[in-house]
């Protein structure tokens, strides 16, 4: 079996895709990954590839206790970081971001502090991603 295609037809098919709308499912992209950072502060406690935070020190761990929310765990102190994680969506590309000034601080670790990254794309991320791409463009083709 063979199969062939003429430069021409290739690049009539690529040019259709480029004429594409592809700024519906860029916003839905951007909320699917607004809502994965969002869930890994308020429940999985791990990064994009699903690996754990690191637990408190100690030092903080007594200060949340008695603050009396050390229950709501790592990353989720009063909520500014959680409703902080915004998105934004454009026909060629999505960005999720945060606004709280010490975002760096919990996403890259310091000298002192150990790393919790919460924002990032994971390999299941990335190939959802391609997969549901792919389901968008079929429907519009």
Same mark, same amino acid.
């Given at each position: 079996?063979?199969?062939?295609?003429?430069?021409?037809?290739? %690049?009539?098919?690529?040019?259709?895709?480029? &004429? %594409?709308?592809?700024?519906?499912?860029?916003?839905?992209? @951007?909320?699917? $990954?607004?809502?994965?950072?969002?869930?890994?502060?308020?429940?999985?406690?791990?990064?994009?590839?699903?690996?754990?935070?690191?637990?408190? &020190?100690?030092?903080?761990?007594?200060?949340?206790?008695?603050? @009396?929310?050390?229950?709501? @765990?790592?990353?989720?102190?009063?909520?500014?970081? %959680?409703?902080?994680?915004?998105?934004?969506?454009? $026909?060629?590309?999505?960005?999720?971001?945060?606004?709280?000034?010490?975002?760096?601080? %919990?996403?890259? @670790?310091?000298?002192? &502090?150990?790393?919790?990254?919460? &924002?990032?794309?994971?390999?299941?991320?990335?190939?959802?991603?391609?997969?549901?791409?792919?389901?968008?463009?079929? $429907?519009?083709?």
């Amino acid at each position: 079996m063979t199969m062939t295609i003429d430069l021409a037809s290739a %690049l009539a098919g690529l040019n259709r895709l480029a &004429m %594409l709308n592809m700024s519906p499912w860029m916003a839905s992209v @951007g909320k699917t $990954a607004q809502q994965s950072v969002k869930q890994r502060i308020q429940q999985s406690k791990q990064d994009p590839d699903n690996a754990p935070w690191s637990p408190w &020190m100690p030092r903080t761990e007594k200060y949340r206790a008695r603050k @009396g929310n050390a229950g709501q @765990g790592l990353l989720w102190d009063e909520g500014t970081l %959680l409703n902080s994680i915004k998105f934004q969506s454009a $026909a060629d590309g999505v960005s999720v971001s945060t606004e709280a000034p010490y975002a760096s601080y %919990l996403q890259d @670790g310091t000298e002192r &502090m150990a790393a919790r990254p919460f &924002m990032g794309w994971s390999d299941e991320d990335i190939a959802g991603m391609e997969f549901s791409a792919v389901r968008f463009i079929e $429907a519009l083709l």
